[in-house]
């Protein structure tokens, strides 16, 4: 029995051997990965395109290679320069916006939310709701304007009222009577210094 026939049977010692030597095998992929021929191309032409498939694959690599060192670079700059890592972070979220905005997915979200707008503001039930409460703010503000007027000539009334002249005099006279009382007892009252030649008053005794 040759090799190969000993490493499968289970009761040799071998028996991993084999596993473990067909994991190390590097596998093509064109071959792992070979599909029917697309339909409407030649077998030559699909083996064009993944040639050049392969070929840009590869190329994505060495990019992505490059740009991580070019980071690394560039972070190690920034540190010299002593430059904070929250101005990197700012000018990251900055660019990371501005490629949204940029982005096919964003101009046609906003090309969208234009359009709905328009057609929003264009439909009869928008400007009927518009009008419908411009006419409400006009009917409100007609409204405020007529009882302050009310409220207004009501005072008006008021103050020319017979019972709010009166009240009114009777203010005035209250008023005067206590202004001419004060002015009469102030009068009535001795100077803090004596009048004339009276002398003071002695102390009293004990």
Same mark, same amino acid.
């Given at each position: 029995?040759?090799?190969?026939?000993?490493?499968?049977?289970?009761?040799?010692?071998?028996?991993?051997?084999?596993?473990?030597?067909?994991?190390?095998?590097? $596998?093509?992929?064109?071959?792992?990965?070979?599909?029917?021929?697309?339909?409407?191309?030649?077998?030559?032409?699909?083996?064009?395109?993944?040639?050049? =498939?392969?070929?840009?694959?590869?190329?994505? *690599?060495? =990019?992505?290679? *490059?740009?991580?060192?070019?980071?690394?670079?560039?972070?190690?700059? &920034?540190?010299?320069?002593? #430059?904070?890592?929250?101005?990197? #972070?700012?000018?990251?979220?900055?660019?990371?916006?501005?490629? +949204?905005?940029?982005?096919?997915?964003?101009?046609?979200?906003?090309?969208?939310?234009?359009?709905?707008?328009?057609? *929003?503001?264009?439909?009869? #039930?928008?400007?009927?709701?518009?009008?419908? #409460?411009?006419?409400?703010?006009?009917?409100?503000?007609?409204?405020?304007?007529?009882?302050?007027?009310?409220?207004?000539?009501?005072?008006?009334?008021?103050?020319?009222?017979?019972?709010?002249?009166?009240?009114?005099?009777? $203010?005035?006279?209250? &008023?005067?009577?206590? +202004?001419?009382?004060?002015?009469?007892?102030?009068?009535?009252?001795?100077?803090?210094?004596?009048?004339?030649?009276?002398?003071?008053?002695?102390?009293?005794?004990?």
């Amino acid at each position: 029995m040759d090799s190969a026939g000993q490493d499968i049977n289970l009761n040799s010692p071998n028996k991993g051997l084999l596993s473990d030597f067909m994991t190390d095998v590097p $596998v093509d992929p064109g071959v792992t990965a070979r599909t029917p021929a697309v339909e409407g191309l030649t077998e030559t032409e699909e083996e064009e395109l993944r040639a050049e =498939l392969a070929k840009v694959e590869e190329e994505i *690599v060495t =990019l992505r290679q *490059v740009l991580a060192a070019k980071e690394r670079h560039c972070g190690e700059l &920034k540190r010299r320069l002593g #430059l904070s890592t929250l101005g990197g #972070l700012k000018q990251n979220l900055s660019r990371s916006w501005h490629d +949204v905005q940029v982005s096919n997915a964003y101009v046609r979200t906003s090309e969208k939310l234009g359009e709905w707008n328009e057609k *929003v503001t264009q439909s009869d #039930l928008y400007k009927k709701t518009q009008e419908t #409460l411009s006419q409400a703010g006009q009917k409100t503000s007609a409204a405020l304007s007529t009882m302050g007027s009310a409220i207004s000539r009501k005072l008006g009334d008021m103050r020319n009222s017979a019972t709010f002249k009166s009240f009114e005099d009777r $203010v005035g006279t209250i &008023k005067s009577k206590v +202004v001419g009382g004060r002015e009469n007892g102030s009068a009535s009252l001795p100077s803090p210094t004596g009048g004339g030649d009276q002398p003071l008053p002695g102390p009293a005794p004990f």
